[in-house]
């Protein structure tokens, strides 16, 4: 797999250009996975976490700073706002190196949202990039959750791994759950409802995972994926 800066870097060339490309009609298209916010205003945070990160910020997933780098940004052009994140591109790839897995949410959250804007005005791309499978790492701390629950082991099975979720789950598990690795990836990112999560095809009873398996709150209509 490649590391954490070479995700970055692999997944902004792919999400400027379509950046670049992108109509007013579609920069103004909401998108689901974020309330609130446009193509443009996803894009707009994306370069503001850059910049901060540059900064000296860490707090990447603060409320009050994804506001503000929304705000700061929304009024300035696309190819302004590019420019922006050209210019931090490269010391942000400088910092994931140094800090190894340290940093991997970053990587993450750029892929996400570029899938957030594809999503959102039908441009798919990137579905089957380094970062997709960076993003399967969330499931990590879906295991650590499962563990502290108490619930029994889980399997996730994914085109090529599976990740084994909960207490001694290498011994084995009643509850498994095979997904195409994108499916899996943006479910771990909360981008699945929970209707959609149970009709997944579970082997056992996989209801009481279902709030233990994502990152952030599902949005409450499907983000027709």
């Known amino acids: 797999m490649a590391d954490v800066a070479d995700v970055y870097e692999d997944t902004y060339r792919r999400f400027a250009d379509l950046a670049a490309d ?10 689901g996975a974020c309330p609130g916010w446009s193509a443009k205003d996803t894009i707009g ?15 990447i997933a603060d409320p009050d700073r994804t506001a503000r780098q929304v705000e700061e940004r929304r009024d300035h052009s696309v190819p302004e706002v590019l420019d922006e994140w ?15 897995s ?5 990587a993450i959250d750029i892929w996400t949202h570029e899938q957030d804007v594809r999503n959102a005005i039908g441009r798919p791309g990137g579905r089957a990039a380094p970062g997709r499978d960076l ?6 701390s879906a295991d650590q959750r499962i563990t ?21 789950a290498r011994e084995g598990a009643e509850i498994i759950l095979k997904l195409d690795a994108y499916e899996a990836a943006r479910m771990l990112m909360g981008r699945r409802t929970y209707q959609e999560i149970a009709a997944y095809p579970w082997v056992g009873d996989g209801e009481p995972y279902f709030r233990l398996l994502h990152q952030f709150t599902v949005p409450k209509q499907a983000l027709g994926e």
């Not at 945070?45 to 707090?59: K, S, W, Y």
């Not at 050209?86 to 942000?92: F, I, L, N």
């Open 135 to 140: 993003t399967l790492k969330a499931a990590i």
């Open 22 to 31: 992108l109509s007013d009609a579609e920069l103004a298209t909401p998108v």
């Open 86 to 100: 050209a210019a931090a591109v490269g010391p942000v790839a400088g910092l994931l190196r140094a800090a190894g």
């Open 45 to 59: 945070h994306v370069v503001g976490i850059a910049v901060d990160l540059v900064a000296g910020e860490r707090r």
């Open 148 to 168: 502290a629950a108490g619930l029994p082991p889980m399997h996730l099975i994914t085109d090529e791994k599976t990740w084994f979720l909960g207490r001694d």
């Open 102 to 106: 340290g940093l991997t949410a970053v």
